[in-house]
């Protein structure tokens, strides 16, 4: 039995790590709030361990900032940081087109088209959640498909930090756009055409490096929180 401890003690890290980065994705916990572990995990049903390891690696992913003896709290996004994140976003996509393209068969083909489905849907009813997570579903197709295990732990690690930022703009024109763009890569993936494939994925995945810019630009005209220019807080 005592084999088994870590894999339990794991799973509960997991639980809390998910659990807030969902929370701070969703902006329910919001940039600046303060992170107290005691309170975080009478909140989750966990001991204060697990919910500790979690926030490290948080830390580690750029969601959360800590100062010994001082603070834990949710980071301002930063548009430097966001850009970033979005680049790397962007390479680890397109290659997961240049190498998934040519081994996706109907069936993610099918997939894909029926996240776009969803997307649109979503998109008209301005359900931000069930947008972003038919989006998510869309690409996921052809990350799973090139069979990168390393690409699809990057995209894992640095898409919460673009979506997180995304939100404030949703609605924009571009979500419409990205309706478009979507049926343009699925066509490009059913022909078997990973040069355009690729080529979409680039025109998908770099708006979103323009999307820190066009949030500071929502902030100072509604005055909504939104990144910092390229300072921490």
Not at 64 to 87: G, I, L, M
Not at 141 to 161: C, D, F, K, M
Request: hydrophobic letters at 45%.
């Amino acid at each position: 039995m005592d084999a088994l401890r870590p894999v339990g003690r794991t799973l509960l890290r997991d639980r809390a790590y998910e659990a807030l980065r969902e929370a701070i994705v969703r902006g329910d916990l919001a940039p600046g709030a303060p992170l107290k572990d005691a309170d975080l995990a009478e909140r989750l049903g966990l001991s204060r361990a697990p919910v500790r390891e979690a926030l490290a690696r948080l830390g580690d992913e750029g969601l959360v900032e800590s100062k010994p003896q001082s603070y834990t709290r949710v980071t301002r996004p930063v548009s430097r940081v966001v850009r970033d994140a979005a680049a790397v976003v962007r390479v680890m996509h397109e290659l997961a087109a240049r190498t998934g393209v040519p081994l996706l068969g109907p069936e993610g083909i099918r997939a894909m088209r029926a996240a776009n489905e969803r997307f649109t849907a979503a998109v008209r009813a301005s359900d931000v959640e069930a947008a972003l997570a038919a989006d998510d579903e869309l690409h996921e197709v052809l990350v799973i498909a090139s069979g990168n295990h390393a690409a699809a732990a990057t995209i894992a690690r640095y898409t919460p930090l673009i979506r997180r930022v995304e939100r404030r703009l949703f609605g924009d024109a571009g979500s419409c756009g990205s309706a478009e763009l979507h049926t343009r890569l699925i066509d490009a993936c059913e022909a078997g055409d990973t040069a355009e494939a690729v080529r979409v994925t680039t025109e998908i995945w770099a708006a979103l490096e323009q999307l820190a810019d066009d949030a500071i630009e929502v902030a100072e005209v509604t005055g909504i929180p939104g990144p910092t220019p390229d300072t921490a807080p």
